[in-house]
T-cell receptor, first 114, second 114 residues
Framework: DQQVKQNSPSLSVQEGRISILNCDYT??????FLWYKKYPAEGPTFLIS?????DKNEDGRFTVFLNKSAKHLSLHIVPSQPGDSAVYFC?????????????FGKGTHLIIQP | KAGVTQTPRYLIKTRGQQVTLSCSPI?????VSWYQQTPGQGLQFLFE???????NKGNFPGRFSGRQFSNSRSEMNVSTLELGDSALYLC?????????????FGPGTRLTVL
């Protein structure tokens, strides 16, 4: 039972254009979401997060949008740069409290083409 | 500040053996979480330790165990290895836990079971 789903295993975008990565979730108890970026042979790196009390959070070129009614979030990267080529994971804390781990989606491999 | 370190980086074992992986968190971080990454299942939460106590455990068999020392360093042990245990094992640290703080991941230990 996959509670966090990233339905696009890969995405190819031209440099300078917008990259949109999508994530759906099924657990309505999730109230905090994170995006991580992973390069080969490295651990995931935190990118940006959003609380369910917001519908948008922006940090430089990265913006995350949350649509609670649709149980959907998306990460926008504008403009896309070659260094953005990586695997992106959407994640949510398992439940309330500080003790639980993260549930991850399976990731989307973003490829930025020159 | 030094990042999360994991040793060894690569390991080859045979079925039936046991293995111990080590994780040194960022200085000052008391929460250490372990994750397993496989192509089929993605990133899955194993367990989390805080101040030498296991606070939560994911859905893995008892062959997977861990501990945390007073200096916050953590070890993960897998006994009676199976072929399906071949994976990248990632460790992440944070000050208090996933809800309140960003988790920082190490580069992982690549375990191959033959």
């Amino acid at each position: 039972d996959q509670q966090v789903k990233q339905n696009s295993p890969s995405l190819s975008v031209q440099e300078g254009r917008i990259s949109i990565l999508n994530c759906d979730y099924t657990n309505s108890m999730f109230d905090y979401f994170l995006w991580y970026k992973k390069y080969p042979a490295e651990g995931p790196t935190f990118l940006i997060s959003i609380s369910s009390i917001k519908d948008k959070n922006e940090d430089g070129r990265f913006t995350v949008f949350l649509n609670k009614s649709a149980k959907h979030l998306s990460l926008h990267i504008v403009p896309s740069q070659p260094g953005d080529s990586a695997v992106y994971f959407c994640a949510a804390p398992n439940s309330g409290g500080g003790a639980d781990g993260l549930t991850f989606g399976k990731g989307t491999h973003l490829i930025i083409q020159p | 500040k030094a990042g999360v370190t994991q040793t060894p980086r690569y390991l080859i074992k045979t079925r039936g053996q046991q293995v111990t992986l080590s994780c040194s968190p960022i200085s000052g971080h008391r929460s250490v979480s372990w994750y397993q990454q496989t192509p089929g299942q993605g990133l899955q939460f194993l367990f989390e330790y805080f101040s030498e106590t296991q606070r939560n455990k994911g859905n893995f068999p008892g062959r997977f165990s861990g501990r945390q020392f007073s200096n916050s360093r953590s070890e993960m042990n897998v006994s009676t290895l199976e072929l399906g245990d071949s994976a990248l094992y990632l460790c992440a640290s944070s000050t208090h836990g996933v809800r309140t703080d960003t988790q920082y991941f190490g580069p992982g230990t690549r375990l191959t079971v033959l």
